[in-house]
């Protein structure tokens, strides 16, 4: 597969427990969150987001939280699946029309 | 729904040499935007395109262009190509711009030698 990033931070978790990747993002101004999971040879695919008015937000198996007062967001995965296994990326968008990526963890999952 | 088809999905180029990259968004969008994607800088955007108009642009060279036709699909141009020009090129498309949630194809991974 195509390696995004051969310096990213990793995590590495063992299959059914909880994951927590965190982000810090740059802008005060930023009104709205999104996370993006990205698996080898693919693209960047959309997981969950969350406005600023909120602090958390719950999908299926996938928790984001957000921080504002010290800029924070984390994304938490129950039960962590071997399928889990990808690039996660946090974005912001600073109330323009254009997302500001970070620079991405690798999540590792071993049985 | 197809997704997003991006071509070719492989590139080796040399430097000095000129590339494009083709786009088709999802049926029904009509705004795409271009990323580049490398290890050390991770997603940087490019620029994105609406009925056939540059909305937005990254901070990027001038050897970098688009252009979107009237079918909403999106080409991306690298003129006089760098040896850091080597990165994995992502199209998003959604279906109007300033819409967060964007859906990207798998990228074109450029090597220039």
């Known amino acids: 597969g195509e390696s995004v990033g051969l310096h990213l931070p990793t995590l590495s978790v063992q299959e059914g427990d909880n994951s927590i990747i965190n982000c810090a993002y740059s802008n005060s101004a930023s009104d709205y969150f999104i996370w993006y999971k990205q698996e080898s040879g693919k693209g960047p695919q959309f997981i969950i987001d969350i406005r600023s008015n909120m602090d958390k937000r719950q999908g299926q198996r996938v928790t984001v939280l957000l921080n504002k007062t010290v800029k924070h967001l984390s994304l938490q995965i129950a039960a962590t699946q071997p399928g889990d296994s990808a690039v996660y990326f946090c974005a912001e968008n600073p109330n323009t029309d254009k997302l500001i990526f970070g620079t991405g963890t690798r999540l590792q999952v071993f049985p | 729904k197809a997704g997003v088809t991006q071509t070719p999905r492989y590139l080796i180029k040399t430097r000095g040499q000129q590339v494009t990259l083709s786009c088709s968004p999802i049926?029904?969008?009509?705004?795409v935007s271009w990323y580049q994607q490398t290890p050390g800088q991770g997603l940087q955007f490019l620029f994105e395109?609406?009925?056939?108009?540059?909305?937005n642009k990254g901070n990027f060279p001038g050897r970098f262009s688009g252009r979107q036709f009237s079918n909403s699909r999106s080409e991306m141009n690298v003129s006089t190509l760098e040896l850091g020009d080597s990165a994995l090129y992502l199209c998003?498309?959604?279906?109007?711009?300033?819409?967060?949630?964007?859906?990207f194809g798998a990228g074109t991974r450029l090597s220039v030698l």
């Open positions: 049926s029904g969008h009509r705004s």
């Open positions: 395109y609406f009925s056939e108009t540059q909305r």
């Open positions: 998003a498309s959604s279906l109007v711009p300033g819409e967060n949630i964007q859906y």
